[in-house]
């Protein structure tokens, strides 16, 4: 996908550039909470893994992308059982989100380059989880090159890719067995 040229359509050029991202269009119209009466990490393995950014499964656990990322390849690794603490998972759950969370990073590493990553679980609407009552943890990889100061000064995040995109290099990339 390329970017649109403007140059031939009416209107005076500024010094502004424009961040199109059509595809967060069906968030914005749904309102602040799509999945009001569904719990989205219950809902999204009923679904086909391309239409709920799902990357990969496991017996326990799964993981797909963040539908709000803070940056490109934001995964999500997350146990089907719902439940809302670590200290709810059983130990097969624990092994598999740590197994799938290394999988995960490796995978970044190789489809994207990323130099480092933050990893963390939110746990509780007062720790700052979006999806309060079901477990999951964040794999945010970063780059060195990375400066992006627009969620300073405008309270918005530049992502490079869509996530369409993303989702099917790291499903690609994931090892299979």
């Not at 656990?61 to 709810?88: E, K, M, W």
């Not at 989100?97 to 939110?122: H, K, P, W, Y």
């Amino acid at each position: 996908m390329g970017a649109e040229d403007a140059g031939h359509l009416a209107g005076i050029p500024d010094e502004f550039q424009r961040l199109w991202t059509p595809h967060r269009l069906a968030y914005i119209q749904a309102g602040p909470e799509p999945l009001r009466d569904e719990c989205p990490f219950c809902e999204a393995p009923k679904h086909p893994d391309a239409e709920r950014l799902i990357v990969a499964r496991g017996e326990t656990a799964y993981v797909l992308l963040n539908l709000f990322p803070y940056n490109s390849g934001h995964l999500l690794v997350c146990p089907y059982r719902h439940i809302a603490t670590y200290d709810q998972a059983t130990a097969e759950e624990v092994a598999e989100i740590g197994a799938l969370t290394q999988t995960g990073m490796r995978v970044l590493r190789e489809v994207s380059n990323c130099d480092g990553f933050n990893l963390g679980m939110n746990q509780g609407a007062v720790a700052g989880a979006g999806v309060d009552g079901h477990l999951h943890q964040h794999i945010v990889p970063r780059w060195k090159s990375d400066a992006n100061f627009f969620p300073i000064i405008a309270k918005t995040k530049a992502l490079p890719q869509l996530l369409g995109q993303v989702r099917e290099a790291v499903a690609h990339a994931w090892p299979q067995g």
